[in-house]
C-alpha cells in the first residue's frame, strides 16, 4: 500500500449533484490540475469559463445509447486501478499507455429522489447509476493512490488539507473517503433493491444484499422472516444454521432468545474463565443464571432459579455437552441448546429429543466489536454493542461493600445487563455457585421492579434478603428504591450513579446502614 500523502495531478469529474461544483473546479483549476468532464458536468465548467478535456478525448469513443455508455472504458478503468506503488503495474501502464488519474469527483443518479417523486419503473431504470458507480468503485478500490470524493459537503475538507500540507492529501484522508464511497455505494444498491421489489411486487427478494437464511416465522406464526447474515462479522461462521438434532427451523423469537443467551454466556465466560456458565432466556430476559465449578451443577442451580418459566426455554452453556449434561437435558423441556462443543455420545442422547434445537459454536470473544440494529418505521437504529463493564467502581456510602458481594458482582452486573429495562436484579450464593435469585423487569418505573417484582420472588423463593446483592442497569432518580430495599431487608446496591439528585440517595443509603457502589456505566436494554 501506498501510504504516503499523494498530490493529485489530473481528475475526473462526473457529478449529478452540482452543489459547490463551481467552486471545487476552480480551485483544481489554479492548481493546475488537469480535469475530464462528462456531459452535464463540462456544461457547468464551460459556463465558468474553467478549462477540461471532454472524457471522449480519452476513450476515443462518443457518448452512445442517450449517455447509458459514456466513462465505461478500458482508458479510464485502467487509469483509476492501476498501482502506483507497483512495479508491474507500472510497467504495463507505460507499455498501454496509460495515463493516471489521481482524483476522482463523482456522484451518482438521483435515484432515491426520483422514487419519492413517484416516478415510473423506466425513468426509474434510467436512474440505476452504472458509469458512476464503476468510476467510483475503481478509485475507492485503489485509494492508495486515488482520492475519491463523493459528497459536496467534503469538497472543502479536501481544499483545506490540499492548501495546507504541500505533500497534498493524506493516506488517512484517501481511506476516508474511501470507506464513505463505498457506504454510499452500498446504500444505493440497496434503495434499487427495495424500490424494484416493490415496483415488481416480489418483496423475497429483498435481502439487503446479505446471505440470508429462512426462518420458520416471524414474531408471530402469520408473519414471513428471515437471519441475513453480517457478512464479515467476527462471528459470522454460520453455526447460528448448524442444528444438529431437528427438523424444525428456527423462529424469529428463537433467535432473539438464542442472541440473548449466547451472548450472556460468553461474556460470563470472559469474566471468569476457569468457572462453568449457564443462562436460561425466557421472551428476552434471564430467567435462570447460574456460575459454578461443575458444569451439571450449574445447570440446575440456573434451573432452580425459576423452573416455571424456564420451561420451553433457551439455554446457553459454556462448555462442552457432556453424556451427563445430555441426559439432564432428556428430562427438560428446552427449546434451544447452545454450547461450544458436544461429544459423540451427547449427540446421539439428543436425537431422542426431536423438537430440541441444537446450536454448537464457539463462544463469543472478549472484544467482537459487534453492532446491533433495530428497524423503526422508514429505517434502522444503527449502534455499537454493548460490551464489556466499566472495570473502575466506586464505594460512595460510608460503609464499604464487603467482599464476598464485589466478587459477586461482575456476574450479577453482566446478567442485570440482559434484563430488560426498567431492570432491577437480585443477586446471590447457593451451594457455591454465584445464581440470579429474582428480577424484576420491563417496567415504566425501576420502584415497581423491585417492590411489585423482584422482592416479593425473591421472598417467595425463600432467600435471606441480607445475602442478597441488587443491581439496577440505571440510576436512582430519586432514594425510593433504596427505601423500599431497606424495608425488604436488602443492603447491598449497585448502580450507576448519574442522577442529579445522587447525594440525596447517598445521604439515604447512609442514613438507612445500606451500601452502595457506583459503576458509572448504564445498561440499558429496551
Not at 476552480?26 to 478535456?53: D, Q, R, W
Not at 444505493?188 to 433493491?193: A, E, F, K, N, V
Not at 423487569?441 to 434478603?465: F, S
Request: proline share 4%.
Amino acid at each position: 500500500m501506498n501510504k504516503f500523502h499523494m498530490r493529485p495531478r489530473r481528475a475526473l469529474v462526473s457529478v449529478s449533484d452540482k452543489t459547490y461544483l463551481h467552486e471545487l473546479c476552480s480551485f483544481l483549476y489554479k492548481e493546475e490540475v488537469e480535469i475530464i468532464s462528462t456531459g452535464g458536468t463540462a456544461k457547468v465548467l464551460e459556463k465558468y469559463n474553467i478549462p477540461y478535456i471532454p472524457i471522449e478525448q480519452i476513450t476515443h469513443k462518443p457518448e452512445i445509447f442517450g449517455g447509458r455508455v459514456k466513462s465505461l472504458s478500458f482508458e479510464i478503468s485502467s487509469a483509476l486501478l492501476y498501482r502506483r506503488e507497483h512495479f508491474q503495474d507500472c510497467v504495463e501502464a507505460e507499455t498501454q499507455g496509460v495515463i493516471p488519474i489521481d482524483l476522482v469527483v463523482c456522484n451518482l443518479y438521483p435515484f432515491t429522489q426520483s422514487c419519492s417523486a413517484g416516478a415510473e419503473l423506466d425513468v426509474l431504470v434510467d436512474m440505476i447509476d452504472v458509469g458512476g458507480a464503476t468510476m467510483i468503485r475503481a478509485g475507492a478500490k485503489n485509494f492508495s493512490s486515488v482520492t475519491v470524493i463523493t459528497d459536496p459537503m467534503d469538497y472543502n475538507d479536501l481544499m483545506n488539507e490540499w492548501m495546507m500540507d504541500i505533500k497534498g492529501i493524506s493516506y488517512k484522508s484517501r481511506k476516508h473517503y474511501a470507506l464513505k464511497a463505498f457506504s454510499l455505494l452500498a446504500s444505493y444498491d440497496l434503495s434499487i433493491s427495495m424500490e424494484l421489489s416493490r415496483k415488481f411486487n416480489d418483496r423475497k427478494q429483498v435481502g439487503l444484499g446479505l446471505e440470508k437464511l429462512p426462518l420458520r416465522y416471524g414474531e408471530n406464526p402469520h408473519q414471513q422472516a428471515a437471519f441475513y447474515f453480517f457478512p464479515n462479522s467476527l462471528v459470522n461462521d454460520k453455526s447460528w444454521s448448524q442444528q444438529i438434532t431437528q427438523d424444525k427451523l428456527l423462529s424469529y423469537n428463537n433467535y432473539l432468545d438464542v442472541d440473548q443467551a449466547y451472548k450472556c454466556v460468553s461474556e460470563l465466560k470472559t469474566i471468569d474463565p476457569k468457572l462453568n456458565h449457564v443462562v436460561i432466556i425466557k421472551h428476552g430476559n434471564p430467567c435462570g443464571a447460574a456460575t459454578h465449578g461443575e458444569l451439571l451443577k450449574a445447570l440446575t442451580l440456573a434451573w432452580q432459579c425459576d423452573a416455571m418459566s424456564a420451561f420451553g426455554s433457551v439455554v446457553s452453556i459454556s462448555e462442552t455437552i457432556t453424556e451427563e449434561v445430555a441426559l439432564w437435558i432428556l428430562r427438560h423441556f428446552i427449546e434451544v441448546l447452545i454450547a461450544p462443543s458436544i461429544t459423540e455420545t451427547a449427540k446421539i442422547i439428543l436425537k431422542e429429543k426431536k423438537n430440541l434445537r441444537l446450536i454448537i459454536r464457539e463462544l463469543k470473544g472478549k472484544a467482537a466489536m459487534e453492532w446491533s440494529a433495530r428497524s423503526v418505521c422508514g429505517g434502522l437504529l444503527w449502534q455499537e454493542e454493548d460490551e464489556g463493564l466499566n472495570s473502575e467502581w466506586e464505594d460512595v456510602t460510608k460503609e464499604k461493600m464487603k467482599l464476598e458481594f464485589k466478587k459477586l458482582a461482575p456476574f450479577a452486573m453482566t446478567i442485570t445487563k440482559y434484563l430488560k429495562s426498567n431492570a432491577i436484579g437480585l443477586f446471590g450464593i447457593k451451594d457455591e455457585g454465584k445464581v440470579i435469585a429474582a428480577s424484576g423487569v420491563g417496567q415504566p418505573n425501576r420502584l415497581d421492579c423491585l417492590k411489585r417484582l423482584a422482592g416479593p420472588k425473591a421472598m417467595e423463593n425463600g432467600w435471606n434478603p441480607q445475602e442478597l446483592l441488587l443491581v439496577s442497569d440505571a440510576f436512582f432518580p430519586f432514594d425510593d428504591v433504596v427505601r423500599e430495599a431497606k424495608k425488604l431487608g436488602i443492603m447491598n446496591i449497585i448502580q450507576p450513579g448519574g442522577s442529579l439528585k445522587d447525594h440525596e440517595v447517598i445521604k439515604s443509603c447512609d442514613e438507612l446502614g445500606v451500601i452502595m457502589v457506583f459503576t458509572r456505566e448504564r445498561h440499558f436494554r429496551h
